[in-house]
């Protein structure tokens, strides 16, 4: 493209965008220090300017889009949408206190994340491996003495292959005091007693199971002689600087000093109500990692830079049990689900449902995208907004810089029940 073609073409938006878009050397002739040299090249510098317009209008077109969906019941949490490392949208939604419209919900303001505490567990789990402390080949009998199956290795737990029964549903039945907090530790008592056999042959096929998780972060206990919340703040979030990310601890479980999000639930014939932690709330690993989009959009920064494992591991991480196929297109790699579209793209994410909390983490590797949506509704559903995310993402400049209003559909209230509550149940479910 000629400088004359270039020019003509980013006129109008550059006049759009003058009176409040700062120019690049602004913060220089504010005194403060700026870390890129200001271009020499003319066409460079209106190509800048261009691009910083054009990010602009789609933070935009997001923000028109998702004020729109919190103003018709749609949400309530945060939002976080990040490009090659820049975030261009990120923004709070709601309140804590959903039921009363107060305390509202602010950056710092943490999430339970239910499921989505596993791709943090599988990260501690292969530093252990990286290390070599740990062989995700081998038999979970030979870090964990009292586990009570032979044949199922670290990486079935990881990839959900293991066959083990859910111990949430054991939990339910057989657990004595439902006043007393259960712990990773208690699980294998359980599973020994009344969970003796196996849904299929170990590595045989997928199965997701909340109590891989809990033996992943009891495994790291046993080999570090750490709690899983000590280890995750020296080896995780500590050197990454997630100031507002932690493990929740049943010995402290009102934790006074954080700023804590309520999740709700709804039924239908009282409306909105609180949820609160119960005694299935002492396992962690499968859940139990209370975060705010600002520290998951550092974890996932981590992941392409690779400043908590090699690349080699990550590549590992990322790589489905089964080659993904047009008939085959999702599966789970080592703490991360996988899709892949009719066209090849590729890309890795989790989700989470737990008690009040709905939760989502995409991390587009081969687009350098992400997306971190918080929510403290269990009843939203959430992927039609980030569908529209999307395509606003990926509209061209044709479009710019005024698109047409962008409507979400209607939510659907859900009733809350047992299964409901329990996270991510079933695989390949919409959310």
């Known amino acids: 493209m000629s400088k004359k073609h270039f020019s003509a073409s980013v006129l109008l938006v550059l006049m759009g965008v003058a009176l409040f878009t700062p ?12 870390s890129r040299s200001l271009p020499s090249n003319e066409e460079e510098v209106l190509r800048a300017m261009y691009e910083k317009a054009l990010d602009s209008a789609k933070s935009a077109r997001i923000d028109k889009l998702l004020t729109h969906a919190y103003s018709r019941g749609g949400f309530s ?10 975030v261009l949208y990120h923004k709070c939604f709601g309140f804590s206190n959903i039921r009363a419209r107060r305390d509202s919900i602010l950056p710092g303001s943490t999430f339970q994340l239910a499921s989505l505490s596993k791709p943090f567990t599988a990260v501690a789990v292969m530093q252990l491996y990286q290390h070599g402390k740990i062989d995700i080949y081998k038999p979970v009998k030979e870090y964990l003495e009292d586990f009570p199956f032979e044949d199922i290795t670290v990486e079935h737990l990881l990839r959900h292959r293991s066959g083990l029964k859910n111990y949430i549903y054991i939990a339910d039945k057989y657990w004595p005091d439902k006043k007393r907090y259960l712990r990773n530790a208690d699980i294998s008592p359980l599973l020994a007693r009344y969970g003796k056999t196996l849904d299929f042959k170990p590595g045989a096929r997928f199965k997701y199971c909340n109590t891989n998780y809990a033996y992943l972060a009891l495994l790291v206990e046993k080999i570090t002689g750490q709690s899983f919340g000590r280890y995750f703040d020296e080896n995780i979030s500590g050197p990454l600087g997630m100031e507002n990310t932690f493990v929740f ?19 239908r014939r009282t409306g909105f109500y609180k949820r609160y932690p119960d005694y299935l709330d002492g396992v962690v690993g499968d859940k139990g990692l209370f975060s705010t989009a600002q520290d998951i959009f550092l974890f996932d920064q981590a992941l392409y830079r690779s400043d908590l494992l090699a690349d080699s591991i990550i ?35 989790h989700n989470g449902w737990w ?17 971190v949506w918080l929510n403290n509704r269990s009843d939203v559903t959430i992927n039609p907004y980030i569908s529209k995310i999307f395509e606003i993402v990926d509209s061209s400049q044709e479009h710019f810089p005024a698109p047409e209003p962008m409507m979400a559909k209607d939510e659907k209230f859900m009733p809350d029940s047992t299964t409901m509550q329990i996270a991510d149940e079933t695989y390949g479910s919409k959310e």
Request: include cysteine; aromatic fraction near 12%.
């Open 23 to 34: 120019l690049p050397w602004t913060r220089a002739q504010s005194g403060q220090q700026e």
């Open 77 to 86: 949490g945060q939002v976080l949408l990040a490009e090659k490392g820049k």
């Open 249 to 267: 601890d049943a010995k402290n479980p009102q934790m006074p000093d954080k700023d804590i999000v309520s999740g709700y639930s709804y039924s």
């Open 315 to 349: 590549r590992l991480m990322f790589t489905p049990a089964e080659e993904l196929t047009s008939s085959h297109d999702n599966d789970y790699g080592l703490g991360f689900r996988i899709r892949q579209d009719t066209a090849g793209h590729r890309i890795v994410f």
């Open 355 to 371: 008690k009040g909390f709905r939760t989502y983490f995409i991390h587009d590797y081969q687009c350098e995208r992400t997306i």
